[in-house]
């Protein structure tokens, strides 16, 4: 019985630590890069960032989209970005920031 407590205690304990270190969930990084580069008009992601704080998901990705674009149609694009995070993560808090190309 003790040696469950003490596992539950460390689980509990190491929960709380990484959202106090804001410490992102494994994995999403890789699940969000190929889902945003499949979107047509994205060149590529990076600077993907992930983390909690509290009982929130923070998602910011950098995109390079054609610089030639008007604004009206990067910011369509931008949309369907955060619309296939959020399939991803749903209810996450998501930013993303184009760059152009060229």
């Not at 804001?22 to 008009?41: F, H, M, N, R």
């Not at 923070?58 to 399939?87: C, M, N, W, Y």
Request: net charge negative.
């Amino acid at each position: 019985m003790a040696a469950i407590v003490i596992v539950v205690s460390l689980r509990l304990g190491k929960r709380t630590l990484q959202g106090l270190l804001d410490t992102a969930p494994t994995g999403l990084s890789e699940q969000i890069k190929p889902a945003v580069e499949a979107v047509e008009g994205v060149v590529d992601c990076h600077n993907i960032r992930v983390r909690t704080a509290g009982p929130y998901l923070f998602v910011d990705v950098h995109v390079l989209i054609d610089g030639s674009k008007p604004l009206t149609e990067a910011h369509a694009l931008t949309e369907q970005i955060e619309e296939r995070i959020q399939r991803i993560v749903p209810r996450a808090d998501v930013t993303v920031h184009p760059e152009p190309t060229g």
